[in-house]
């Protein structure tokens, strides 16, 4: 994955990909403007989310977002139901029924969720800025 990423950014762009794991990352605190988590958290054992979401936040700058994007189950059209379930997005999107609180618990604020029909679904976030 990280060397098909690195050849879909090209040569001289401002990306770096690195291996690691999400409840551990290998940067200092305050370090990102965003951090973007994209068809991710189904792969985490449940125990781990939550950690996750945190090390997310740990390394977020104060004022920071934080956006989770997973799968969801097409609402409308037996057709978009069907490709859900051939291309196993049903089973990701059960996997994960409810980011809000997963978020939530990370203590991030300014929590907002919406969709990008028909795949998707997700929680924007923001890192507080320290009262003082």
Partial sequence: MIAY?????????NCHFQVGTAEALDFPPDHFDVVVNSLMMHHLPADLRVPALREMRRVLRPGGTLLVVEAQVP?????????AHV????????????????VAESDLAEITTGEAPPWLRYVRAEKQVAAG
């Fill in 75 to 83: 609402r409308h059209g037996r057709i978009w139901r069907l490709l």
């Fill in 87 to 102: 291309h196993s997005f049903d089973r990701m999107a059960r996997m994960i029924p409810h980011l809000e609180p997963l």
């Fill in 5 to 13: 990423a690195s050849r879909k950014a090209g040569p001289g762009g």
